[in-house]
């Protein structure tokens, strides 16, 4: 006999969720490949000079950042981010706040630390996806609320509150959002907060997108109506996600167990990079980039939508960003998106299927479109090219 | 009504296992207690002019670094990973590696896929104290097995692999151990290994230490005995913590399921450093560090055995390590080293209990000594103290 891995993997293996990047690689192949799927900033808006300067000063005066220590983080990187945060009307002390390796790693802490396998988890539908890799092998049930053009459907939201068993979090990126890029207004964000105080259901508010708005900014976090939010914030999208530095703000009943999750998980987050971004956050230089930032993925939305009116109008419904990086678009009813997607690929054409943003992964009429990834003249070409593949698709389809 | 987190918390909290370093801060406080807690290479020979070079390298050729790719890893890292591993002895490829956060992560990412609450996991006694926190969180039900002078006693491992309900893993550090610094012979390595084939139970093999030896190489690790062992390798100990970054070599048949749960708890590996690294161990610089290292560590445990010797001769027996961090100190049975703790710390001198390498964490009379972080004038001092210490707490109480 030997390691029966068939027999070991049988009930773990269905419960990872599968990457999406290694699925990309089942298209049909292409040279020119032109991928909406990125939630990224571009390769040439990354602050390469600024991050390798301040790389460089933090090894001269401070060699000690390769050794073990500070799982929580560096305290004046805590202290920084809270001070931003507080900017934003959130009244946080850097004790509030534990580094972590992207804000993944955060929704990974609050799990380990509030999930029992088969609790319920309460996410938007469609939500994050990379929120679904950590529910799912936890064991979560995972229930969903419908997003509308003002965010999360409150009323829905209380059904599944009320509902037995009690849900053990909330889960949603109440900014615009990933992947429909809709933002809770702020009488829902009140009612959301009321709603998961009266069932005793706490809140986890992930955060990528709320400073990267295009023409203003948008409501304060959740955080700022309630101490018991968990803030999820990240540099992945206003600097680079290669750093794989964000950040969690915890209640203080918290912190030390989730320090000690992280010790778990991993023991610390890299400390030179949490030294050097100190750095780049001192003086207005990150405010300069955020200002460049918007500015360049607003004009980039802008050129998105003008093309999708051009290539699909009456064809399909979409939503206007107020920021972040994605358009969610939904073609008619019955349309499967996971299927078109091997079309658009023959095409020279992809995006993320609607299906990957929901629990049960069944096909949908939707799908994402990040913009922020593509230059202007692969926006174009890219876009001419979907509606290409969708018109050809879909028209006889619903003739 | 808020949020009821002492309710929330009640049951999960007891499982996540404390952080030591936080426990440390409990001690009477000194202005220099000398600490012999630290498992990690001394500050002053952390290779920062090296990883610094590296560093400023990889930003001039690969501004890309910062985006996001390869959750597996950098497949040049882990082609020369591969290639070192071949030198010991172990036929691996690169498609056989994936860059984790430091081995703790590997264990962690083994654990999300292989393990079920309830699950059984066999462990030495005493073992590494973060493998258990990473298997109590997920509610393992953890077995031990005793060490000896020559390493886990398989006639124990057999007993627990036989009884019901048969174990899910085998967690070992077979060479120069944390804590005890014992090697398992060769003998027992191939008896480990038919062991777990015969009952079909995987062997996680977690080698930290396996080139930090003194005067001889170990024998070959359990992985070349076996494709089917899970092997975790890092570079933490022999270059330094603060890089986070160490290796899982794994059975083809777990690779894409452990990428997959790698996305899910963090996306990726610090990409930077990943090919910061790569240049590092170009040419023979690491081999001639590694050379550097070895006779630096040797000094030191020389001098902290005629410490021991000339402190605690016939008051405590310890082992004698052939590499590795650690030495093992075993006062006689009934002293509790949790106690003692308080009293050296008075006198100003730290280690680490026997009882944080023991799931149940009831006292020993055993604790851990690391020589690597002291200075010879810190060892020879923090030993006077440490004697001091005992012979006034340990002797009245045994005459």
Redesign the interface.
Known sequence: ??????R??A???AR????L??DFDRLPASDDLILFSGG?PP?EC?P?DR??EA??ET?RAE???????E?QGYEPLRAAIAERMRRRGVAVEPKDVII???S??GI?LIA??????GDRVVVEAPTYF?AL??FE?FDARISTVPVDECGMVIEALERELASAPRP?LIYTVPTFQNPTAVTLDPERRTALVAL???????IVEDDPYGELWFDRPPPPPLRALHP?VLYLGTFSKTL?????VGWLVA?R??M??L???K???????????QRALTRVLEGDWFERHLEAARANYRERCTLLLRCLERELAGLAAWTAPGGGFFVWVTLPEGVDTDALLVECARHGVAYIPGSAFYPDRTPRPSFRLGFTTLSPAELEEGMARLGRAIRAAVRPSLA
């Not at 006999?1 to 068939?6: A, F, G, H, L, R």
């Not at 060699?63 to 220590?69: R, S, V």
């Not at 380990?112 to 396998?117: A, I, Q, T």
């Not at 680079?240 to 794989?244: E, Q, S, T, V, Y």
């Open positions: 006999m030997s390691i029966p891995w068939d070991l993997l009930e773990r293996a990872i969720r599968p990457s990047l290694v990224a390769l990354l390469t991050i390798a790389l460089a090894w060699p000690e950042a390769l050794w073990y220590g799982s972590t390796n992207g993944q790693q990974d380990r630390l509030l999930l029992e396998p990379g890799q950590v092998p053990k998961a105080e009266r069932y005793g259901v706490p018991d680079a996600p290669g750093l794989r209640p009943r918290l030390k167990l320090v000690d999750a010790e778990g998980a991993d023991i610390q987050a890299d400390r030179l990079l």
